[in-house]
């Protein structure tokens, strides 16, 4: 539904959608995105070391960490591991899109 909504924009593009880590590395390697939109909740994922692998080899790409709950530890974490920005699952569309906007805009 995410890609679904990204691709609507004409300012936005979703360049992969994936459901694991196998892909994960390969593809962000290839297509440099602007914009890394990640579930903290993925199971069976260390995802701050997705994070900082990330942001140590892809400095200027904005990392959006999307996660269920408010968990002030979890989102302190997933900042500390290089996040731009945490955003919560029960974000809306809009806010959302508005949102990744936002860190883009910042980061330029």
Known sequence: ????????EED????????GVSKFIPQLSSVHPD????????KGVAVS???RFAR????????VA???GDDNKRVQALLQAGASKCI???TTAEQMLELIREVVRERR
């Open 12 to 19: 936005m593009d979703c360049l992969g959608v994936h459901t």
């Open 49 to 51: 070391s997705l994070i």
């Open 88 to 90: 919560f699952k029960r």
């Open 66 to 68: 999307q996660l269920s």
């Open 56 to 63: 140590v080899h892809y400095p200027e790409m904005c990392i």
């Open 35 to 42: 914009v890394l939109l990640i579930d903290a909740d993925m």
């Open 1 to 8: 539904m995410l890609e679904m909504l990204i691709d609507s």
